[in-house]
């Protein structure tokens, strides 16, 4: 069984590591030199290779899992060094979609395989036999693909894989991460709670109820929606919920919220957020969002009734 090489190890490679090690997958994780994460490695009884070294380039097969802004640097210094033919996995599209690493780097066969879920789930799911799927494309790959699509299976079966692993493209990966995070996940579900919060306080209720309701039972209404589907769960809920969904989506979901969803997606898809992101000092918005929920009554809340469990 051809060995993978995970480079990084973020929260997305751990999770990766230590599901491939517990399914006795072949694997070892590279780092930089000066990584602090070396210990935390080795503790776990896993192999380790410098990134750049003589022997990192032995293997045929890596992952990235460091974050996507890392990764044209990564493939400037590295990528010529790699053998003909070596097999390069991207847990998301956005980087070779933004640099063109297959047309820079065609002596390499550019694959991707993104597990859609987070490093904590994929390990939680895998350990709870839990279900989550992956998306893979192979659209830059000339030949015969037989033998590595056969590996692929194996080693998407010993990460935990087992909601199914469908075909896309790079380019549709990255569009339809980025619009879920923009539009659904990192935006409105946050940030619609932290506002219902604040009113819900500022008339009164209290701050402990007001956080059950719109911050704790988010994860249970999307159990819910993930397993009955969207008819099911709307059959599910009490006759209250019911004519109160509908209230709130005649209200809410206007045409002009609509519209504003749809621009998402247009800058997504005409490079506008590309743009953006590269204009962006990322770490410094990261300190003022962070800044943002440190300082609201949501995140005292929150704090006060982790403590309590």
């Not at 549709?172 to 919060?197: K, R, W």
Request: proline share 3%; net charge negative; with cysteine.
């Amino acid at each position: 069984m051809m060995r993978l090489t995970i480079i990084g190890f973020g929260n997305q490679a751990k999770a990766w590591s230590q599901n491939l090690q517990d399914s006795n997958f072949p694997f070892r994780v590279a780092l930089q030199p000066d990584s602090a994460s070396f210990d935390k490695v080795v503790a776990l009884g896993m192999e380790t290779v410098e990134i750049g070294s003589k022997d990192f380039f032995e293997d045929r097969a890596y992952v990235l899992l460091t974050p996507d802004h890392t990764h044209h640097s990564f493939m400037i210094s590295n990528a010529h060094l790699f053998h003909e033919g070596s097999l390069i996995l991207y847990n998301h599209g956005f980087s070779l979609t933004k640099n063109k690493f297959h047309e820079h780097y065609p002596h390499l066969k550019h694959i991707l395989f993104a597990v859609k879920a987070i490093g904590s789930e994929i390990r939680k799911q895998y350990l709870s036999k839990g279900k989550f799927g992956a998306v893979y494309s192979f659209e830059y790959l000339k030949g015969e693909t037989l033998s590595i699509e056969k590996w692929m299976n194996k080693m998407a079966t010993s990460l935990g894989v087992n909601l199914g692993l469908f075909e896309t493209t790079f380019e549709h990966e990255t569009q339809a991460d980025l619009y879920s995070e923009q539009g659904l996940l990192c935006s409105v579900i946050p940030y619609t709670a932290g506002e219902m919060f604040k009113h819900l306080v500022e008339s009164g209720i209290e701050p402990e109820l007001a956080y059950l309701e719109v911050w704790e039972e988010m994860k249970l209404i999307a159990i819910a929606m993930v397993e009955k589907g969207p008819a099911g769960f709307f059959d599910l809920i009490s006759p209250n919920a019911l004519v109160g969904s509908e209230k709130g989506y005649n209200r809410l979901i206007t045409p002009e919220y609509k519209a504003n969803l749809k621009s998402l997606l247009t800058d997504i898809q005409n490079n506008k957020f590309n743009d953006e992101l590269e204009n962006t000092n990322v770490e410094e918005l990261r300190k003022t969002i962070r800044l943002r929920w440190e300082s609201s009554a949501l995140m005292k809340t929150f704090k006060d009734m982790k403590e309590k469990e």
